[in-house]
């Protein structure tokens, strides 16, 4: 839906109209964006508190530097709604999001302004560093390098490698730490509480409000030996005030702030001010991550991304139906973890940063001394869990797919190799929908099922994820991996007695002749739809659900391959050393022969759509799977679709 933009925002089609705009316009540029970001995610969806927290810091930003000449590095990237606006885009943000429109995150590929490619936390300094070290390299010395980090995103251990690195070198860089004590859930750990006791100090406040100016005039005008000298004051002044040591200062970064977010001009004067002070340098700026939506403002975490809602009452729409609806698969997650920990006083709860995302949350009120958040922090979170297990203790390690390629090394060297009984819970296996690529949860099984020790499985429903976490938890069982999707399952009466499932054991669902469809997760439910409108058409296809990519369920593949010679495997991730992989080897290694057709992400990037899009553009929802029978059996029939 396109929706119009105020009277000032319309007339901005790239940065440099911002900059002949006098401070009073800057100011309702503000206003109008944040109306325009409110109006369009209401009825559009999308990520929302993040991007309103930033606004005055974007258009101060672009107002000041001469971008995309220099060049501005959003971590992650919820927060770049406005960027996106203010840069060329506001006639097709509108677009955000939907299937072949814009990118919900900067996108290289997108727009000269999108300098980084983001999605994941804690890139930013990185990335920034990288271009200024090759920027000054190259000669461009006018040119500013700005990271844009969260105090939520600075948990991340890479950007203290960052920080570490870019203490030693002169490159012209600046990094944006936007203080909001918020990443999706509220933020945790001791720099939380290090940044608490800066914004809080009211002498050092005061003493900094004239500091950055001054030692801009004299970076500019007072030689290299006045510098110096201003530095060692400034350094002793703040020692004084602070009573501590200032962390970012004892990494050889100037740091400036805390600074109000909110007031446009301060921000555009002291980002001027700055541009002429040379080296690594941190402004502190302090910004409310929803501001000027007074519901998002109170409830951030709700706000962080609600999905449509009417921006008058701020009612957050849900689809109404008579009838019961199954739960989301997290949910069945968070409540079966609980009902497994009450009877197991040995189970432990961790993610990182993702609570209310994995419904962690659950365990964490009902068992606050036995969940953990550990923050932005995914290899702290597969080592930490792996110290847990030494102990004779089970861990339940929940963790996007996505987010679990962070934390890989640490699943091989701390976990796998010591045979440890660590339960890995993939949150979002599969495409993702809208988050697009940084998200699409494509590799976990490739990537896990080739680690020796791992178990590698996936539920078709909910009543076998709480299966399959009840059969982790048990003792002895070594690493173990259950992966499931985003969204909604497919039983209403999910909450049934646990049972234990044998470690590698799959089941036949339909018996058939012709064609075997060999399905894992949650995915073989397209599967099953399929196969009921082939059989209405006399063509009956048998159907195992394999649970298990690792071991393999060796029985049932004999079965299978002794009776058909066309088969066809089905996967909601990549198809390069993926489950139909497995099952090609299985094929080759035991002497069978028989045409194999893998259903599955192809080897290319998939883009941003409705998880149901997705799958049919990357051909395995059922629509594709009937046509794949069809090709392998009768020949191929275009009239018969599955809406």
């Not at 672009?62 to 971008?67: D, M, P």
């Not at 000298?229 to 740091?255: D, H």
């Not at 419904?359 to 702290?380: C, T, Y």
Request: overall charge negative.
């Amino acid at each position: 839906m396109q929706v119009e933009a105020g009277s000032l925002l319309q007339k901005i089609n790239d940065p440099s109209d911002l900059r002949k705009l006098s401070g009073k316009e800057l100011e309702e540029v503000c206003t109008e964006l944040r109306q325009f970001i409110i109006d369009i995610v209401s009825v559009n969806g999308g990520h929302f508190a993040a991007s309103l927290g930033v606004v005055e810091l974007t258009v101060a930003l672009h107002a000041v530097l001469n971008t995309p000449y220099d060049q501005i590095i959003f971590d992650v990237g919820h927060q770049a709604y406005g960027h996106k606006i203010l840069t060329g885009r506001r006639d097709v943000f509108h677009t955000n999001r939907i299937l072949g429109g814009i990118s919900g995150f900067p996108k290289r590929g997108e727009s000269e302004y999108d300098t980084f490619g983001v999605g994941h936390s804690s890139t930013s300094i990185s990335a920034a560093l990288g271009m200024a070290v090759a920027s000054e390299y190259k000669g461009e010395t006018d040119r500013q390098h700005v990271a844009i980090i969260g105090d939520g995103a600075l948990t991340g251990g890479m950007a203290f490698e960052a920080l570490n690195h870019a203490g030693i070198e002169k490159s012209n860089l600046l990094v944006i730490l936007n203080d909001n004590c918020m990443s999706i859930d509220p933020n945790v750990g001791a720099m939380k509480e290090y940044l608490t006791s800066i914004t809080t100090s009211k002498s050092y406040n005061k003493f900094r409000d004239e500091l950055i100016s001054v030692l801009a005039k004299i970076s500019k005008n007072g030689g290299p030996d006045a510098y110096g000298w201003a530095k060692k004051l400034e350094q002793s002044i703040k020692g004084t005030l602070l009573k501590n040591a200032n962390l970012f200062e004892s990494l050889n970064f100037r740091y400036f702030g805390p600074v109000d977010g909110h007031d446009v001009n301060k921000l555009a004067k002291t980002l001027e001010d700055l541009k002429h002070i040379p080296g690594p340098k941190l402004l502190h700026v302090v910004t409310l991550k929803g501001k000027g939506y007074a519901l998002a403002e109170k409830d951030q975490t709700k706000w962080h991304a609600p999905g449509l809602f009417d921006k008058i009452t701020g009612e957050i729409k849900k689809s109404v139906s008579d009838k019961p609806k199954p739960p989301k698969y997290q949910d069945v997650f968070g409540h079966s973890l609980v009902e497994l920990a009450e009877a197991n006083d040995k189970i432990m709860g961790i993610t990182p940063a993702m609570p209310s995302g994995s419904s962690l949350n659950i365990m964490m009120k009902a068992m606050p001394n036995r969940a953990f958040d550990v923050g932005i922090a995914e290899q702290h979170a597969v080592t930490f869990s792996a110290g847990l297990a030494t102990q004779g203790l089970v861990p339940f390690c929940t963790i996007y797919s996505s987010f679990m390629q962070r934390g890989y090394d640490q699943v091989i060297h701390d976990v796998a190799l010591q045979k440890l009984n660590v339960v890995f819970c993939l949150d979002r296996a599969g495409v993702v929908g809208a988050d697009g690529p940084t998200h699409h949860g494509a590799y976990d099984i490739a990537f896990m099922r080739c680690i020796p020790n791992m178990v590698v499985s996936a539920p078709m429903n909910e009543e076998e994820l709480r299966n399959l976490m009840y059969t982790a938890q048990l003792p002895n069982q070594g690493p173990f991996s259950i992966r499931y999707p985003r969204g909604n399952g497919v039983m209403v009466d999910w909450r049934r007695p646990f049972q234990a499932i044998p470690i590698g054991k799959g089941r036949k669902l339909n018996d058939g002749e012709d064609v075997a469809i060999l399905s894992l997760g949650a995915i073989g439910n397209e599967a099953t739809h399929a196969i009921q409108v082939l059989n209405e058409e006399g063509i009956h296809p048998a159907h195992y659900d394999m649970r298990f990519a690792k071991p393999l369920d060796a029985e049932l593949l004999h079965e299978v391959f002794r009776k058909f010679n066309k088969v066809i495997t089905l996967e909601d991730g990549c198809i390069v050393g993926g489950f139909g992989s497995a099952i090609v080897e299985f094929m080759v290694d035991h002497g069978y022969q028989a045409q194999v057709i893998r259903l599955g992400m192809a080897d290319e990037v998939v883009e941003h759509g409705e998880q149901e899009e997705l799958w049919r553009v990357c051909g395995y929802d059922a629509s594709s799977i009937i046509m794949e029978v069809k090709k392998l059996t009768k020949g191929l029939k275009t009239s018969t679709m599955v809406s």
